[in-house]
């Protein structure tokens, strides 16, 4: 009996821990006033509907969503190709592809930041917008790589075998049994993209930090000259978008299963 | 679909986008970087084309050494923390049912995946005199009056740890999961508590697992530089936060670049110890 009480109190505090924070933010953000106060005095959700009614704020909001969706399209799009092959083909100096996905994400992200902003401010093309939705891009393929990866391995490779036994040629295979079968790992892979660029500070704010405003660029921003209850209303924001998005692959796929082998290829 | 090797050249045809666009985007901005590293510092603009060795005898200057020796501290202490609070409970984690594992898997995602603005902002927030921890404290009667608890050293420590916990388990999560559990029924059945069987069992089996992830979130730490900027004074910063300092503040690129490359030269030497560890445990 004193095991189970010991472990329920030490998963409670572990849970309050990483809880805590959060809990202080979210009730920071309904102050009825513009005070730092808690617990809240007041209730409001009036700095929520900030977050859109705003232009500032609304502009943030936008300038975030786009380079997620762009950059967590661009991730894909280089990884699909790229584990496709790795499955399909036995050819060893190829993995140096995969290292190079993995390598952006392992290392410290101020090098690639940096990385990019040199190479961007070299090559004069230095604040466009596109070039920080190609930096994430490329900064978050490992999770995509790694996604697909995996679910290409799960494949019953007597499936494949199957279908071009029959008369498929490759074209027709990947598209009418391999991608169905690793659509739920693509949309993992999108999704982990997704959310991980509209939280990134560094490489967006290195890259388009003086031209555009994303939601963390601008949290930080405002964070300096003071502070308002809009910035925790979009962190509660941030927070209920990630746990929604990560319960979703939860609740349709394995989250396990996907992150048994996610750590240990990262 | 059997694995075969490329016949023709339009096999590698897949290969070709994800190419271009790792090499064009990756490898070049990376070799950039190097170049820029021993090129001179143009305060009106970036950079301007030269081959010195200036940037790196900075780092001879004592200066930087501070810098260096603060940086690899607070890294190996949150990286220390991190797995030690980490380690007994994702084993006891993968020890809970399915839909337990999944919910706090969940969970720990959606703070791995929260921006470093955000964690500085909450725990600023936390620390803070008017909305902070030091309100309770009040209220329970330990202190007379709230006060701020940053910046200071242990708020950034805090903070760090709390980015660097979920990330820890994840990493840690795998193995445990795929732990012998006859190794445990042996110990339970030779009449081990479940403390003891943790402690002399569980921790051996894994040990390179342990030394592996220590290192993992060691480096995972390095990278942090919002923290210590929003939570600690200037004497607080870290490498990452220099970097970034020099490139952008004090238009530096060169010096910028350089202190990069030695941090990608630390990271990469930790790294590679990391392989080490883990090959010789499967190895044994």
Known sequence: MSETFLRRLYFFAIGLFLALPLIVVAGVSVNEKQDLTFPPVGFSMSW????FADPEWRQALIASLLLAVSAAAIAVAVALPLAWFLWRRIA??????????????????????????????????????????????????TLPLVTLSLGFASIDR??????????????????????????PYLVSGYAFAFVLSLNEYIVAYMTVGFTIETLPIKIFNALR???????????VFFVAVAALIFGLIAWFGDIRKLLGAMASEG | MRRE???????????????????????????????????????????????????????????????????????????ICCVALAFPF??????????????????????????????????????SRTAGISNLFVGLGLLEKPVALYPTFGAVLTAMVYQAFPYTILVLYPALVRLDPTLLEAARTLGCSPMRAFFNVVV????????????????????????????????????????????????????AAAMAVFLVLISLALVGLTLLAGRKESAS
Request: proline content about 6%.
């Open chain 1, 225 to 235: 000259y003071g502070y308002t209850p809009t910035m925790a209303a979009v962190s």
């Open chain 1, 158 to 183: 007597s499936l494949v075998e199957a279908a071009s036994t029959m008369g498929a040629d490759d074209r027709t295979v990947l598209k009418t049994v391999v991608l169905p079968l690793i659509l």
């Open chain 2, 5 to 79: 090797k490329p016949q023709s050249l339009a096999d590698y045809t897949p290969l070709f986008f994800p190419g271009v666009m790792l090499v064009v985007f990756f490898v070049i901005p990376f070799s950039t970087m190097i170049a820029v590293s021993f090129f001179q510092r143009d305060p009106s603009g970036f950079y301007t084309t030269a081959f010195t060795l200036d940037n790196y005898a900075r780092f001879l200057s004592l200066f930087f050494a501070k810098i260096l020796g603060f940086s690899l501290l607070l890294s190996v202490t949150v990286a």
């Open chain 1, 48 to 51: 929520y509907g900030q977050i």
């Open chain 2, 90 to 127: 994702t084993y006891l984690l993968t020890r809970q049912v399915r839909k337990v594992q999944t919910v706090w898997l969940v969970a720990l995602l959606s703070v791995l995946s929260l921006s470093e603005v955000i964690i500085g902002f909450a725990w600023s927030t936390l620390f």
């Open chain 1, 92 to 141: 060893p100096w190829a993995n140096i592809f995969q290292l190079l996905g993995v390598a952006p994400f392992i290392l410290p992200p101020v090098i690639t930041a940096l990385g990019m902003l040199t190479f961007w401010a070299t090559s004069g093309l230095y604040g466009q917008p596109w070039t920080a939705a190609i930096s994430h891009g490329i900064f978050f393929v």
């Open chain 2, 204 to 255: 051996p089996a894994l040990r390179n697992t342990v030394v592996a992830t220590v290192i993992m979130v060691f480096v995972f730490a390095l990278g942090s530089y919002l923290i210590p900027q929003i939570l600690g004074r200037p004497q607080h910063w870290t490498l990452s936060v220099h970097i970034t300092d020099q490139a952008i503040y004090q238009s530096n690129m060169p010096f």
